[in-house]
């Protein structure tokens, strides 16, 4: 196992190299100028040298050769002496957004809580909704519950969130009056009051998230349960006289979970990048609102850095699912 | 492998071993099975509304002897399966009643029939499907010990090797996957999980039908090991008629949900009295090749009627070489012949006693296909 880890990391270096690879030269070859936004009223030899100031005076493959080197030594040294105090952190150029001209590193340190606490919290409440769900369902299939939880989790599935959301909008904001509108990350959460704000706050684009997750892993849950709900095995559980608790959590759910846990850490990913659109609509500033508007402002270093780490934990993510699959089932074995 | 002992030197003449020809008199009853039906329903239109019934068992009846083995044989399809599980009930039954050791579990409170369990086991017949593939061999054989026990951990453990010996499986084995055994050893594995608790009645669900002709003997003759070792009761499913031969005591035929013969072996095996059982010994191949050249097929033309619609009459009216009119009206009540031997045929109703006092028996007619040119 171990030995296998080590060779799908070393594999994954050569993988990432060619991902950021094609992201740059995507983003090389996208139409947007960095300085549309500037005044018309700027003669051309200044903007030429505005333009070499952002580094975009030299050949692709030396621009690209100098992010990787800041990429993978420069910012990682910045990181890890922010959270360690460790003076570790190389001095020099580093990777700075075209937009606020800070360094890409620490917009994204300063993003990630707000989408951690959002869209981790609705993926860590739609897992735990969804697992019993998913279960009980599958064990009284077509039974009452199981039909209004399947229709539910039909509807979570097939209503974007740019739908659900703006209805919570609508209904819990404007006409209620319960939530704010707006996601203030302003907000520092000192005592009871400020927590319950912030509560309030996190409420709506939680449970549009975990609507979301929790129908999709919920049908996950249901099918596995019910693909093995009906082996020989569970019979033979049965034919030992063991307890329908012990029939169902330990022999059916314990064989269910394989798939299902891999579903669930190839979702993990999807945590960091931010529910883009969700986040786009509260108005919660975490990672994916970033990368929109990166995007709309051509903020090149920001698109490629952030879109490569999102990357890496894709590939890391994998790694980690094909793990589990040799923890969780016997019958595989990777060395 | 070790306790796997040779299949060659097996098959001793029946006559040896079931001397007392009707054992119903002298020994106690263990199981009875009383008017077994067990319906599944169909559900079809558009409302899913019940629109008829699979007739998997259909009104059967027996008793088996404790210490005896009864084989269950038939062709695929035909209920014996689900007649084994039914009488264990692992399906709820529609009607009847299966009185084991003086209980009827057919009414009893589920918490009840599992305390019952542990006395009626059953060895299935996949034996990569029945094991769980994500428990080792100790915690298989183990787990209805946790359940059924309050033993300790080391007085568990000793009864998982012991259970391990008794199959023939090595102790080195007891923290392996299902998945890293052969197809013998697997069933070895149900075999020691089915005797974990000390149960009196065991039903073998085909217990050898996936395996490999040469690990089936080494099976059977476990089966039969144990049972002289611990003095089980057996119902002993299966399709291949030498090897009910082989281990049963007595015999009943199944055809299309319904019992239609039921014997004592050699009775069965020597003079069968249904033509279904006729057609169904015909078919067995003989070992040498001149005997087998001469010998008489029954063949019986078209398909098994469907569960589902069962024909009127004696259900296989619409495939007997010797149908009569009567068939076709009214269903055969199913009789005893002679001692122990039972069968639901107007044949035999027609012709009485005499086909079986003089070993006779009714010729066959149209449907004789010399082996050669059938094939």
């Given at each position: 196992?171990?030995?296998?880890?080590?060779?799908?990391?070393?594999?994954?270096?050569?993988?990432?190299?060619?991902?950021?690879?094609?992201?740059?030269?995507?983003?090389?070859?996208?139409?947007?100028?960095?300085?549309?936004?500037?005044?018309l009223?700027?003669?051309?030899?200044?903007?030429?040298e505005?333009?070499?100031?952002?580094?975009?005076?030299?050949?692709?493959?030396?621009?690209?050769?100098?992010?990787?080197?800041?990429f993978?030594?420069?910012?990682?040294?910045?990181?890890?002496?922010?959270?360690?105090?460790?003076?570790?952190?190389i001095e020099?150029?580093?990777?700075?957004?075209?937009?606020?001209?800070?360094?890409?590193?620490d917009?994204?340190?300063?993003?990630m809580?707000?989408?951690?606490?959002?869209?981790g919290?609705?993926?860590?409440?739609?897992?735990?909704l969804?697992?019993?769900i998913?279960?009980y369902?599958?064990y009284?299939?077509?039974s009452?519950?199981?039909?209004t939880?399947?229709?539910?989790?039909?509807?979570?599935?097939?209503?974007?969130?740019?739908?659900?959301?703006?209805?919570?909008?609508?209904?819990?904001?404007?006409?209620l009056?319960?939530?704010?509108?707006?996601y203030?990350?302003?907000?520092?959460v000192?005592?009871?009051?400020?927590?319950?704000?912030?509560?309030?706050?996190?409420?709506?684009?939680v449970?549009?998230?975990?609507?979301?997750?929790a129908?999709?892993?919920?049908?996950?849950?249901?099918?596995?349960?019910?693909?093995?709900?009906?082996?020989?095995?569970?019979?033979?559980?049965?034919?030992?006289?063991?307890?329908?608790?012990?029939?169902?959590?330990?022999?059916?759910?314990?064989?269910?979970?394989?798939?299902?846990?891999?579903?669930?850490?190839l979702?993990?990913?999807?945590?960091?990048?931010?529910?883009?659109?969700?986040?786009?609509?509260?108005?919660?500033?975490?990672?994916?609102?970033?990368?929109?508007?990166?995007?709309?402002?051509?903020?090149?270093?920001?698109?490629?850095?952030?879109?490569?780490?999102?990357?890496?934990?894709?590939?890391?993510?994998?790694?980690?699912?094909?793990?589990?699959?040799?923890?969780?089932?016997?019958?595989?074995?990777?060395? | 492998?070790?306790?796997?002992?040779?299949?060659?030197?097996?098959?001793?003449?029946?006559?040896?071993?079931?001397?007392?020809?009707?054992p119903?008199t002298?020994?106690?009853?263990l199981?009875e099975?009383?008017?077994?039906?067990l319906?599944f329903?169909?559900?079809?239109?558009?409302?899913?509304?019940?629109?008829?019934d699979?007739?998997?068992?259909?009104?059967?009846?027996?008793?088996?002897?404790?210490g005896?083995?009864?084989?269950?044989?038939?062709?695929?399809?035909?209920?014996?399966?689900?007649?084994?599980?039914?009488?264990?009930?692992l399906?709820e039954?529609?009607?009847?009643?299966?009185?084991?050791?003086?209980?009827?579990?057919?009414?009893?409170?589920?918490?009840?029939?599992?305390?019952?369990?542990?006395?009626?086991?059953?060895?299935?017949?996949d034996?990569?499907?029945?094991?769980?593939?994500?428990?080792?061999?100790?915690?298989?054989?183990?787990?209805?010990?946790?359940?059924?026990?309050?033993?300790p951990?080391?007085?568990?453990?000793?009864?998982?090797?012991?259970?391990?010996?008794?199959?023939?499986?090595?102790?080195?084995?007891?923290?392996?996957?299902?998945?890293?055994?052969?197809?013998?050893?697997?069933q070895?594995?149900?075999?020691?999980?089915?005797l974990?608790?000390?149960?009196?009645?065991?039903?073998?669900?085909?217990?050898?039908?996936?395996l490999?002709?040469?690990?089936?003997?080494?099976?059977?003759?476990?089966?039969?090991?144990?049972?002289?070792?611990?003095?089980?009761?057996?119902?002993?499913?299966?399709?291949?008629?030498?090897?009910?031969?082989?281990?049963?005591d007595?015999?009943?035929?199944m055809?299309?949900?319904?019992?239609?013969?039921?014997?004592?072996?050699?009775?069965l095996?020597?003079?069968?009295l249904?033509?279904?059982?006729?057609?169904?010994?015909?078919?067995?191949?003989?070992?040498?090749?001149?005997?087998?050249?001469?010998?008489?097929?029954?063949?019986?033309?078209?398909?098994?009627?469907?569960?589902?619609?069962?024909?009127?009459g004696?259900?296989?009216?619409?495939?007997?070489?010797?149908?009569?009119?009567?068939?076709?009206?009214?269903?055969?009540?199913?009789?005893?012949?002679?001692?122990?031997h039972?069968?639901?045929?107007?044949?035999?109703?027609?012709?009485?006693?005499?086909?079986?006092?003089?070993?006779?028996?009714?010729?066959?007619?149209?449907t004789?296909?010399?082996?050669?040119?059938?094939?």
């Open positions: 196992m171990f030995n296998y880890t080590l060779r799908r990391l070393l594999l994954a270096i050569p993988t990432l190299l060619f991902i950021s690879l094609v992201i740059f030269l995507l983003l090389e070859l996208s139409p947007g100028d960095p300085l549309s936004d500037m005044p009223s700027i003669p051309p030899e200044v903007r030429q505005m333009r070499i100031a952002l580094g975009l005076g030299e050949a692709w493959y030396i621009r690209f050769y100098k992010w990787l080197y800041l993978t030594i420069v910012e990682p040294s910045h990181v890890i002496a922010g959270f360690t105090g460790l003076d570790i952190a020099g150029q580093r990777i700075l957004s075209w937009q606020t001209r800070s360094p890409v590193s917009i994204i340190i300063q993003r809580p707000q989408t951690l606490w959002v869209v919290l609705a993926y860590l409440f739609g897992v735990l969804a697992v019993p998913g279960v369902s599958a009284r299939q077509y009452w519950f199981d039909q939880g399947s229709f539910i989790s039909m509807v979570g599935f097939s209503l974007p969130t740019f739908f659900t959301g703006p209805l919570l909008i609508l209904i819990f904001a404007v006409w009056g319960w939530f704010p509108i707006i203030d990350t302003t907000l520092n000192t005592n009871w009051e400020t927590f319950w704000k912030q509560v309030r706050q996190m409420a709506m684009p449970f549009v998230l975990t609507l979301f997750n129908a999709q892993i919920s049908r996950y849950m249901r099918a596995s349960m019910l693909d093995n709900m009906t082996q020989d095995y569970v019979r033979t559980a049965r034919a030992k006289g063991m307890t329908e608790r012990i029939v169902v959590l330990v022999h059916v759910l314990r064989n269910s979970l394989i798939p299902v846990v891999t579903v669930i850490a979702g993990i990913p999807t945590v960091f990048t931010g529910a883009i659109i969700t986040e786009q609509i509260f108005r919660v500033n975490g990672l994916g609102q970033l990368l929109i508007t990166a995007i709309y402002a051509s903020d090149i270093p920001m698109v490629l850095t952030l879109s490569v780490v999102f990357a890496i934990l894709i590939v890391l993510f994998n790694l980690i699912a094909d793990l589990l699959y040799a923890i969780l089932d016997p019958r595989i074995r990777y060395d | 492998m070790t306790a796997a002992p040779d299949m060659t030197a097996a098959l001793p003449p029946e006559s040896a071993r079931d001397t007392p020809t009707n119903a002298q020994r106690r009853k199981v099975v009383k008017n077994l039906k319906y329903p169909i559900f079809g239109g558009l409302l899913r509304r019940q629109v008829g699979v007739k998997a068992v259909d009104d059967v009846s027996f008793d088996i002897y404790e005896e083995t009864l084989g269950i044989v038939g062709e695929s399809g035909c209920g014996k399966s689900t007649c084994g599980r039914a009488v264990l009930r399906y039954l529609t009607e009847g009643s299966v009185v084991i050791d003086g209980q009827d579990i057919a009414t009893l409170s589920p918490e009840k029939l599992r305390l019952k369990r542990p006395s009626m086991q059953m060895v299935f017949q034996p990569q499907a029945s094991l769980n593939p994500r428990m080792t061999v100790a915690s298989i054989i183990g787990e209805p010990l946790d359940e059924h026990t309050n033993w951990r080391t007085k568990k453990l000793e009864r998982i090797y012991e259970l391990m010996d008794a199959v023939g499986l090595n102790r080195d084995y007891a923290n392996r996957y299902p998945h890293a055994f052969s197809g013998g050893q697997r070895r594995i149900g075999i020691a999980r089915a974990a608790l000390n149960p009196r009645f065991i039903v073998c669900d085909e217990p050898i039908a996936a490999d002709v040469s690990i089936q003997a080494q099976v059977v003759n476990l089966l039969e090991e144990l049972q002289d070792q611990f003095g089980l009761t057996y119902m002993f499913i299966s399709h291949d008629l030498s090897m009910v031969r082989h281990i049963a007595r015999v009943a035929v055809y299309l949900g319904k019992l239609v013969e039921l014997a004592p072996v050699s009775a095996y020597a003079n069968p249904h033509p279904y059982t006729e057609a169904l010994l015909s078919a067995v191949p003989e070992p040498d090749p001149f005997a087998e050249t001469r010998k008489e097929r029954v063949v019986l033309k078209g398909d098994v009627p469907s569960p589902s619609n069962p024909p009127k004696c259900n296989f009216c619409t495939r007997c070489p010797k149908v009569m009119e009567i068939c076709r009206e009214v269903e055969p009540a199913f009789r005893e012949y002679a001692p122990g039972f069968a639901a045929c107007h044949l035999l109703e027609e012709t009485g006693t005499a086909a079986l006092n003089g070993g006779m028996r009714p010729e066959h007619n149209q004789r296909i010399q082996q050669g040119e059938d094939a």
